[in-house]
T-cell receptor, first 114, second 115 residues
């Protein structure tokens, strides 16, 4: 079993829809949760960074963490064609070390259609 | 503000040829630096990371090597490329706080095709 599981998609939604992207994980030591957005042939861009359980909102994006279920989500409201990208979740345990300990999901490809 | 530069964006190399990819970071000191490879459907694979000049940690045995000759410069090299070295290579940096929850920032990537 992988430490982090993420549905690869593709997920196709019409413009204006609410998008829900999810990851599950098995390591209960994870405390820090991130979402990256990656456009085709570009480097991943940090979108959301959260600590422990709860919600964090930034514009049209909401990150949600449920540590009891080991489940994290990224919601995109009023989705736009420019949101079409691959979204990667990542998580870390907050111990001494470096970001080399960051564990990534394989990414979900999202396509927002006109 | 901090920026990361990675070049070239695209590279086509014959099997057996050498490789040198370079990455530089601006606007920060003593960053941790990373090289990742991304294969389709397989996610990000950490290849090397460095916490300081001349300090390189290798995550997977392979045909590649890394060097950090200056504080904000990270180089990925190979003496003889293999077909299996093809992929999308990403350089990244994080603030050198020695914590696993550091935010990781990526360069724009190099698409390497070995033919």
């Amino acid at each position: 079993q992988k430490e982090v599981e993420q549905d690869p998609g593709p997920l196709s939604v019409p413009e204006g829809a609410i998008v829900s992207l999810n990851c599950t994980y098995s390591n209960s030591a994870f405390q820090y949760f991130m979402w990256y957005r990656q456009y085709s042939r570009k480097g991943p861009e940090l979108l959301m960074y959260t600590y422990s359980s709860g919600n964090k909102e930034d514009g049209r994006f909401t990150a949600q963490v449920d540590k009891s279920s080991k489940y994290i989500s990224l919601f995109i409201r009023d989705s736009q064609p420019s949101d079409s990208a691959t979204y990667l979740c990542a998580m870390a345990g907050g111990n001494t070390g470096t970001a080399s300990k960051l564990t990534f999901g394989t990414g979900t490809r999202l396509q927002v259609t006109l | 503000s901090q920026t990361i530069h990675q070049w070239p964006a695209t590279l086509v190399q014959p099997v057996g040829s050498p490789l040198s990819l370079e990455c530089t970071v601006e606007g920060t000191s003593n960053p941790n630096l990373y090289w990742y490879r991304q294969a389709a459907g397989r996610g990000l694979q950490l290849l090397f990371y460095s916490v300081g000049i001349g300090q390189i940690s290798s995550e997977v045995p392979q045909n590649l090597s890394a060097s950090r000759p200056q504080d904000r410069q990270f180089i990925l090299s190979s003496k003889k490329l293999l077909l299996s070295d093809s992929g999308f290579y990403l350089c990244a940096w994080s603030a050198g706080t020695r914590a696993t929850n550091e935010k990781l920032f990526f360069g724009s990537g190099t698409q390497l095709s070995v033919l």
